[in-house]
């Protein structure tokens, strides 16, 4: 592996997660310097590449590095006979089976458990680990359909639209891994580990977040809105010259700046547009209003007049504009690891920042089995125990 020392490098973490919200989890863990083992079917067992796309494709880089990889057999008594081994010395396991494969395989919470008390098992299934839908396969956008998001994105009339990312997914891995460092702080206090369980529709419906908060406190079903804020006008986006930009100018001393900066003094003191209930409800008038003034100037030129008087504002890029922008290049957005196949390769950078520690970076996604000896000779395995092993198909 590596040498870095960082906040969670004194914990093991057992991966058996595939495909997208597992994986999200155990990066956070595996960045933050946890010491992960990926474990993975012998290819014996399962020839396929598996779900989550081709091994060495970006997404599947992006999502497994800063692992060590072994396989196991874990349909094999053997084999999850050498998983409880792990178990013992492991500090958690992160699963996104269905819920029910967890039992018929022996990893259930409470077998773990009984091998280490002090276990925190993490898992993220579709739409819980048990109620009516536990055994129903899980996938992101049925997630964002049932959860609501689908029915308030995109214009008003379109009809339901997806996300443009796998928002379900990565919001669940995100609040499995919270889950989990919980439960990890509590152990230190108690000594026993937990259960901790998210999933797709959970996290789905949490960030709806002000939207869900309208129904469950005022019965207000939200619609679709496009590109306005629901609530907060103007916040939405305007043709420039040459493009587009974002302009959020809610609250009356933000519009009187946006109105000055703009030079429309008639809009500012137009009595239909006084209040922000008054803009909210003239909200086709008073984005037309603005965008007569934005169409006069280019989006950079318009950024800066604006952004220098305070008023949010801000480009709308497409993917290769974002990472060329110098202040995502300040935060270091991407980071460079160097792959034995794919040579240099840039991966998404970690979002969290701490005063005392950088997240890991450069470590490739492992190999399937690239590091199955050195972990088992770890937990004390000799040579030729490693190559029985082999042979009878369990790593």
Known sequence: MDDYKGPLSRFTVLDLTRVRSGPTCVRQLADWGANVIKIEAPEAIDASSGMGG?????????????????????????????????????????????????????????????????????????????????????????????????????????????????????????????????????RDETGVGQWVQSSLLQSQIAMLDFQAARWLVKQEVAGQAGNNHPTSIPTGVFKTSDGHINIAASGDAMWTR??????????????NYATGELRSSNRNAVNSAIEAFTLTKTSAEWIESLAGAGVPCGPIYSIDQVFADPQVQHLGMEHQVDHPELGKINLVGQAIKLSGHESRKGIPTPERGQHTNEVLADLGLSSDEIQSLSDGGVI
Do not use: W
């Open 258 to 271: 946006l109105c000055d900066k703009l030079g429309a003094d008639e809009m500012r003191d137009n009595p």
């Open 54 to 186: 081709a091994r060495n494709g970006p997404d599947f880089q992006n999502l497994h590095r800063n692992k060590r990889g072994i396989t196991l057999n874990l349909k094999d008594p053997n084999g999850v006979a050498l998983f409880n081994k792990l178990v013992e010395t492991a500090d958690v396991v992160v699963e996104n089976f269905r819920p029910d494969v967890k039992n018929r395989l022996g990893i259930d919470y409470e077998t773990l458990k009984a091998v280490n008390k002090g276990i925190v098992l993490g898992s993220i299934s579709g739409f819980g680990q048990d109620g009516p839908y536990e055994r129903r396969p899980g996938f992101d956008q049925i997630a964002q359909g049932m959860g609501g998001l689908m029915s308030i994105t995109g214009l008003p009339g379109q009809g339901p639209v997806r996300v443009g990312i796998p928002v379900a997914d990565l919001t669940s891995g995100i609040f499995c891994s919270l889950g989990i460092m919980i439960a990890l702080l509590e």
